[in-house]
């Protein structure tokens, strides 16, 4: 008895086992305070650019269903978190969206343009450009501003994970007239302002200041302004000449209807 009392051996492997099963522990705690963190922001920004690339592939599908004779596209989308819904036009916004939210992270379409916000950014921006530009000819000094609004109709929603399909048919294409009827593509005039209303106004009003800014409209071609109040973005464009009332601003402008189901 004697022997056993003051023999180690006994304790021995209940020590190292306290030892290893403390080390586990400690280790599984680092990896679930440390590790996991960065493992899902890892995942959800994969995800991310996933959508991202998904909303790209949508923009292309939709800018050849409107410039081209093809009457239909099916654009196929895999959801692994979040949700992503098609809103069709409504008072708010006149030309509707596609949205995909994930946590604070947003991917949108809205009338040809496609934004991206994500956490920690108080608006989304404008990623991919929607078929609108102005550009001013040097040989002429004409400035050409060409507007085409996409506006969606129908509604479909996905949350959670799986596939989601949104089938996509072209509906009539017009030209956008004024006060008279008259139809303004292809119409020179000397000046020329619009409004966009839209949940994203701050991507637009961005947008717009550096296409506008990156052409030669600031440097004596003419003068523009671009303002937001309200969701609401007003974008005017001069043409150079236009205090001595010359028509040298030529204007096309077209909306087209997206059937999105």
């Known amino acids: 008895m004697l022997r056993i009392i003051r023999s180690n051996e006994a304790i021995s492997p209940v020590i190292g086992m ?3 099963l403390g080390i586990v522990v400690t280790a599984v705690g680092i990896i679930y305070s440390v590790e996991m963190p960065k493992i899902e922001s890892a995942r959800e920004q994969a995800q991310m650019e996933n959508m991202r690339s998904n909303f790209l592939t949508l923009q292309t599908d939709i800018r050849d269903l ?3 004779p093809s009457t239909g596209r099916v654009t196929k989308m895999q959801v692994e978190a979040g949700s992503i819904g098609a809103y069709a036009a409504g008072s708010k916004n006149g030309t ?23 956490a920690g950014n108080d ?15 040097s040989d002429t000094n004409i400035t050409h501003v060409y507007i085409h609004t996409i506006r969606l109709n129908g509604s479909k929603s996905v949350a959670g994970t799986g596939p989601a399909e ?14 008279n009827n008259v139809s303004l593509t292809n119409v020179p005039m000397t000046n ?25 409209l600031d440097e004596g071609a003419g003068d523009y302004n671009v303002t937001s ?23 096309y402008a077209v909306k087209t209807e997206v059937i999105i189901s």
């Open 18 to 20: 306290a030892l290893i």
């Open 66 to 68: 409107v410039q081209s």
């Open 96 to 118: 509707g969206y596609v949205r995909y939210i994930a946590s604070d992270n947003i991917i949108a379409y809205e009338n040809g343009a496609v934004f991206a916000k994500y």
């Open 123 to 137: 608006y989304a921006e404008v990623i991919s450009d929607p078929i609108m530009y102005v550009d001013v000819d």
């Open 166 to 179: 949104f089938a996509l048919r072209r509906g009539p294409t017009e030209p956008y007239k004024d006060e």
């Open 192 to 216: 020329v302002s619009f409004i966009i209303s839209s949940t994203f106004y701050r991507g637009w009003e961005e947008y717009f200041q550096e296409i506008l800014a990156s052409t030669a």
């Open 229 to 251: 109040l309200d969701e609401n973005v007003t974008i005017s464009i001069e043409g150079k000449n236009h205090t001595m009332e010359e028509h040298d601003l030529l204007l």
